[in-house]
Nanobody, 126 residues
Framework: QVQLVESGGGLVQAGGSLRLSCAAS????????MGWFRQAPGKEREFVAG????????LYGDSVKGRFTISRANAKNTVYLQMNSLKPEDTAVYYC???????????????????WGQGTQVTVSS
């Protein structure tokens, strides 16, 4: 069982930056693929980024490539999402998710992620 708690959301102007954090419980954090998803009102949940066990393999959604960076600190049981050049369309609730620990395969399929945080709101004003 993994419990996830996100933090770092807030209100920012377009062009600004935010860094989200997700703290995980449990001693096997390094064996989980970690992902970030987001959901805006009236829209489906969207994959943002994912990282494998060591952080060496990453995957990004097309809408955030080149602007967002996912990273993890296994010693701290934490995964991060650095968001730069934010746009109003990035406004959403951002969720941290964990998949595994059976595979290091990073993908964008939400239904394959086993554990989810409660979400943190990110609002980008124009």
């Amino acid at each position: 069982q993994v419990q996830l708690v996100e933090s770092g959301g807030g209100l920012v102007q377009a062009g600004g930056s935010l860094r989200l954090s997700c703290a995980a419980s449990g001693r096997t954090f390094s064996s989980y693929v970690m992902g970030w998803f987001r959901q805006a009102p009236g829209k489906e949940r969207e994959f943002v980024a994912g990282t494998g066990w060591s952080g060496g393999n990453t995957l990004y959604g097309d809408s955030v490539k080149g602007r967002f960076t996912i990273s993890r600190a296994n010693a701290k049981n934490t995964v991060y999402l650095q968001m730069n050049s934010l746009k109003p369309e990035d406004t959403a609730v951002y969720y941290c998710a964990a998949k595994g620990p059976y595979s290091d395969y990073v993908n964008d399929r939400a239904h394959e992620y086993d554990f989810w945080g409660q979400g943190t709101q990110v609002t980008v004003s124009s």
